[in-house]
């Protein structure tokens, strides 16, 4: 199935900040279609409904990006029933769906149904894919990101550390993933009232991102206006 999140393996990081920081599309994932999840050859109609499935996703991807976020929430729950009823409740892909289902509910302002969802998901992708998986990853700096969002700094500033950690530890720390998710635990420094943690975070990262970006990279004039939005940074003139 192709990824059901709006391009965004972390799309719940920037739901509150204006502006987003631009998340290029992704590749698919590797597609997995031809089996049920205990083995069994899909039918048909099956696979129809997979690919009726990812359709929505594709859709309600495009709305979650232009603003339209009630309507992609609709899609994405019918999108989510699908692959449970096809696919079952654990397979990654339902996962997926799941994932971006609960970014648009706190996105729509449902925050406790999407932190709900979000807690949830994390805890099943860490018990199907394992701790350190890239997916997990995501899906934990999402629910560090919701955390914030709903109040909790103390709880997203933990999660914040151990997902820039991981992927610190996994990719290195100028990768554009863990910079994103430095960017987060600034946020969440921010949030909880550490405004030196937040400001000596957000300086290196803007540093790495200089560097290894360019200064004129999207992502890293995107990380200035996060900043900014957020109230830790202040363009000269």
């Known amino acids: 199935m192709p990824p ?65 976020v009630d309507e992609a929430v609709l899609l994405f729950e019918q999108a989510l029933a699908s692959c449970r009823s096809t696919l079952g409740g654990e397979h990654p892909d ?21 932190l709900k969802l979000i807690t949830s998901n994390l805890a099943a992708r860490v018990r199907v894919l394992g701790d350190t998986h890239p997916s997990t990853l995501a899906a934990r700096n999402a629910l560090a990101a919701a955390h914030r969002i709903t109040g909790d700094a103390d709880t997203a500033v933990s999660l914040a550390k151990q997902v820039v950690m991981q992927r610190t530890r996994a990719l290195g720390s100028t990768h554009l993933d ?52 957020a109230g830790l940074l202040r363009r000269e003139v």
């Open 4 to 68: 059901v999140t709006p391009g965004h393996p972390d799309a719940a990081v920037e739901v509150d900040a204006p502006p987003q920081i631009p998340l290029p599309r992704m590749p698919p994932p590797a597609v997995r279609r031809d089996e049920e999840p205990g083995g069994a050859e899909l039918s048909g109609i099956a696979q129809a409904r997979v690919r009726e499935s990812a359709q929505r996703n594709a859709t309600a991807a495009d709305l979650f990006e232009t603003g339209r």
């Open 178 to 229: 863990t910079l994103r998710s430095r960017m987060g635990l600034a946020l969440a420094l921010a949030a909880a009232g550490d405004l030196t943690s937040a400001h000596r975070l957000l300086a290196s990262t803007m540093s790495d991102a200089e560097e290894s970006l360019g200064a004129e990279h999207e992502y890293t004039v995107a990380f200035v206006e996060c900043g900014e939005a």
């Open 94 to 114: 339902t996962l997926t769906v799941a994932g971006n289902l609960g970014v648009a509910y706190v996105a729509a302002g449902n925050r406790r149904k999407g």
